[in-house]
């Protein structure tokens, strides 16, 4: 099924928004390099750990696609053909979701102690994504719409744009 070949098409949406949240997370950082004071930092600490999951979730909820997966020709749908909600966007980014506090937590620890917490929650959690992506891909190389773990929570799949 030609429409549900999507691997580079996937690939590239993902470095494409990878790019667009990186660039998003530095201009938020940078606002630490002000010395505004500890409640500004604060927020900031919240914004930097919220905006690449608050990307991916508006984005797919509202228009079926990120800028990346614009570009790239791709749009995610429900299982039944038809525009997700964002409840589905919500559970296809559960996982992230799940891991925020530990982001969260060491964004707020860094911003209030001026130095890093012990790495070890967010050794744990990283490893922790790394799994899963590694889940992810396999689970998507042996499925017919090459649904990865994500698309099964949601009940969504990802197709080509003609």
Known sequence: ?????????????????????????????????????????VVVAVAYSLVTV??????????????GKFIARVRIIDISGRRISYGQAIMRDIVPCLLLPVLLWTSLYTVIHEEYPSPFAYKLAYQFAFLWLVLELITMLFNEQRRAIHDFIARTVVVRVP
């Open 1 to 41: 099924m030609e429409q549900y070949n999507t691997g580079w098409q996937r690939l590239l949406a993902f470095l494409i928004d990878g790019f667009i949240t990186e660039v998003a997370r530095t201009g938020i950082n940078a606002l630490l390099l002000l010395h505004l004071g500890l409640l500004v930092n």
């Open 54 to 67: 608050a990307y991916f979730i508006y984005m797919h909820g509202r228009f079926g696609q990120t800028i």
